[in-house]
T-cell receptor, first 114, second 118 residues
Framework: AQSVTQLGSHVSVSEGALVLLRCNYS??????LFWYVQYPNQGLQLLLK??????LVKGINGFEAEFKKSETSFHLTKPSAHMSDAAEYFC????????????FGAGTRLAVHP | GAVVSQHPSWVICKSGTSVKIECRSL??????MFWYRQFPKQSLMLMAT?????????EQGVEKDKFLINHASLTLSTLTVTSAHPEDSSFYIC??????????????FGEGSRLTVL
């Protein structure tokens, strides 16, 4: 069965510090992977996506993620956190071959403190 | 980029009334839209897949008579919460797939609609 696991429901970093949000997936077919960000009372905004091209994916706002098939991971990173990065982050997966549903992880709330 | 708009953003209603939420793709056509429900501090739960011109496909455990979905055009899907009760209070988010990206699963999300049932 396909699934997505986000390790750590809450992550707290200092402004300027490295951000690392973890995501692992389980899939029997090649996945497409996404990271979304959600600000309070808003919908989701796509940060970046992996669709079987380059394994290191760069997204908006300085975020990037690396697809590692051997580790079944797609962790999200940003070298230097900014206060405006505080939000909820969701990892999501969909599967090739016409299976169109997105499965979301439980989410990770990122707090950035001065 | 593709824009998906939801209306209303906030709605408060009395128990027993019905509430309609609209989801529009503003600058693209969407044969498929998805409706999600999000409880406070939780992830998104897929409720149903809305297909233009046909019946929606509901996820297991979602009452189709409770949550009526209509996808009458390539740019509009509606979710009607019938006979709403306080337990239906939630944040409802729609998403639409850009027509040319059917296989990648990339979705564009609306801003969400917060329903509060008194």
């Amino acid at each position: 069965a396909q699934s997505v696991t986000q390790l750590g429901s809450h992550v707290s970093v200092s402004e300027g510090a490295l951000v690392l949000l973890r995501c692992n997936y389980s899939s029997s077919v090649p996945p497409y992977l996404f990271w979304y960000v959600q600000y309070p009372n808003q919908g989701l905004q796509l940060l970046l996506k992996y669709t079987s091209a380059a394994t290191l994916v760069k997204g908006i706002n300085g975020f990037e993620a690396e697809f590692k098939k051997s580790e079944t991971s797609f962790h999200l990173t940003k070298p230097s956190a900014h206060m405006s990065d505080a939000a909820e982050y969701f990892c999501a997966v969909s599967f090739s071959g016409g299976y169109n549903k997105l499965i979301f992880g439980a989410g990770t709330r990122l707090a950035v403190h001065p | 980029g593709a824009v998906v708009s939801q209306h209303p953003s906030w709605v408060i209603c009395k128990s027993g009334t019905s509430v309609k939420i609209e989801c529009r793709s503003l600058d693209f056509q969407a044969t498929t839209m998805f409706w999600y429900r999000q409880f406070p501090k939780q992830s998104l739960m897929l409720m149903a897949t809305s297909n233009e011109g046909s019946k929606a496909t509901y996820e297991q455990g979602v009452e189709k008579d409770k949550f009526l979905i209509n996808h009458a055009s390539l740019t509009l899907s509606t979710l009607t919460v019938t006979s709403a009760h306080p337990e239906d209070s939630s944040f409802y988010i729609c998403s639409a797939r850009v027509l040319t990206n059917q296989n990648t699963g990339e979705l564009f999300f609306g801003e969400g609609s917060r329903l509060t049932v008194l």
